[in-house]
Structure formats: structure tokens, C-alpha cells
């Protein structure tokens, strides 16, 4: 999908990885400083284990940089729920989302070619904009019948909230938190 391939293009980071020696202590507490370090309204990627709040455990936080779209948000989940098939809506963690009339359905196995395939508990791939009210507006939705990780999320979007002392990044209005074996992947050094 294209935000992979202008990711994949255009990110060059330095992972701090999590060990349970002395000296990871410091890798530990830089990799919590440029967790706290995102600012609001910069591009992050964050993929973490889905809570029964919808909110995320962060396992990997990439800080990215390059030239981002409007409509480049991306959200990697399961679908909650179905909230309205004529009107094309449905809920990812705790995101509502809407499709576009002319969006695009692209199953693995061809098998999803409309709205009318997505059910609840189906692990999609979704593409398009976030808006200001608060809604997705989906232009390209990938859904996967076989997720390799069923039960994590991915967001691809701007910060909304940044709060150093909880250690969280809000995105898209999921709350996401960082711990001791968060991954920190930054262009920022």
C-alpha cells in the first residue's frame, strides 16, 4: 500500500531495543524520552496490543519524517462493529469510520470486493484521511482473513496529544502507552 512504500522509501531510524540487563537502563529511559519527545501534530506510526478499552500498549513507536498527505493515515485493526451498511460505517477500536462511496476493497484473496463483505471481527487495513470531527474517511480498505497478529493494532497519523509524564501519544483519538519494553524507531537522534 502507499504510505508502506513512502515509509520503507523514506525512514531512516535508530531502534533502542528493551533487554533486561544493567545497562539497558539507559537504553530503556532513552527510548521513553523520544516516546515523550513526539510532539503534536507530528507523523508517528504506533502498533500495540489492543486493551479492552481499545486502547494500545505501544510495542513499537516509529518517529517519521517526509512529505505526508492528508490522505495518508492508515489504521491496521479489527472491525468492532458494523454501525451502518447503508451509510457505509463501521467502528475500528474505537474509530468510526466511513468509506467512500468509490473506496477501494482489496481481500488476499479477492474474495471482499465491497462493504457488503466486511463483518465484525475482521482484521482490515484501512487508508485514507482522518477528520476533525473525528472520523476516518477510508478510501482503500485491505481486508486480511489471516492476520499474523490478530490481536495488534497499527495507527499511521499525526499526534493529537502528547503527555511526557503518563508516557502516552494520543492518536486518532486511541490513547496509546508506552512501557519498559517499548521500541523507539527515530530519524531523530
Known sequence: MKTHLKLAAGFC???????????A????????????????????KIEGAIQKDFTLIAKEVKILTGDFQDDDWEIEAPIR??????????EVLLIPVKMQDDATYESEDGSITSFDGLKTGLYVEIEGTYMKDGTFMGEEVQPQLEPEEPNVASLVGKAEKVDAA???ITLMGVTCQASEKTKVKSAVK
Open 13 to 23: 531510524g535508530v531502534v533502542i531495543g528493551m533487554a533486561g540487563s544493567a545497562g
Open 81 to 90: 462493529r458494523i454501525a451502518d451498511k447503508a451509510q457505509k460505517k463501521y
Open 166 to 168: 503518563k508516557k502516552t
Open 25 to 44: 537502563q539507559t537504553a530503556q529511559k532513552t527510548a521513553i524520552d523520544l516516546f515523550a519527545s513526539v510532539k503534536p501534530g507530528q507523523w508517528v
